[in-house]
């Protein structure tokens, strides 16, 4: 029981506002830090998520509004908007997706040496960053 | 010392979390599946989508299932998800505890949405 009870030390010379921004994180950090970020950005825009399943799905007059929302916006919220919104929910999944598949890839066979932990991160950002421009693009009308 | 075992038991607010994290691991793959099972449909699809193609999608019996289940699983990942990101950063235990319940709050509310948005299909 001494083990548990003895108290443990506790480290706080991290400051969140000087430390962080200059702090230099390796591929794998990024990823594990922006696999945080996108789901905690998914959760937080849930409702408007199924905001649009259900107006894309309702009926013919409520897929207008959904189509409409791209275009003429909902309510006070311009469409340029909705589509800034909709392209950071887009890059969201695509990284929440390909990290957590380099998550599920580790856990099954075991890959766990610091190359493979760099060199997959890089790809998963990568793929992650040039799949999110492909379909912003698309979003934005560009081809 | 303090003693923290017994009725003294440090809240933490989780147990030693094995059942999370084989669950959020087993929705991961369901999800990831349901994703390239709903693009494939979509890629399927020759010309323009428009409501007819994309409601038609869900309209089968089949879907509609897979995609229950999904709603499911995505509730269970985003609550084992959003819970750890509480754990790690918030530690009073009463705006833990608050923020546990509101997480629960929003989730069952969204998913009863997706539920009805499915059903009323």
Known sequence: MTELTRKRPEFRNINALRDLPTYRLPAAGWVSILHRVSGALMFVLLPFIIWLLDASLTSEYSFAAFTAAFGVGIGFVPGWFVKLVVLALIWAYLHHFIAGVRHLYMDATHSVSKEFGKSSAVVTLVLSLALTALLGAKLFGLY | ?121
């Open chain 2, 1 to 121: 010392m303090s003693v923290n075992y017994g009725s003294k038991r440090t809240v933490v607010g989780a147990s030693y979390g094995f059942r999370d994290w084989l669950s959020q691991r087993i929705t991961a793959g369901l999800m990831a599946v349901f994703t390239i099972v709903l693009l494939a449909q979509v890629l399927l699809i020759s010309g323009p989508i428009g409501y007819e193609q994309w409601a038609g999608i869900f309209a089968s019996q089949w879907m509609k299932f897979i995609t229950f289940a999904v709603i499911v699983a995505l509730t269970w990942h985003v609550w084992v998800g959003v819970r750890d990101i509480w754990m790690d950063y918030v530690k009073p235990v009463a705006v833990r505890l608050l923020l546990q319940v509101l997480t629960i709050v929003w989730l069952v509310g969204c998913a009863g949405w997706a539920v009805q948005v499915l059903w009323r299909l």
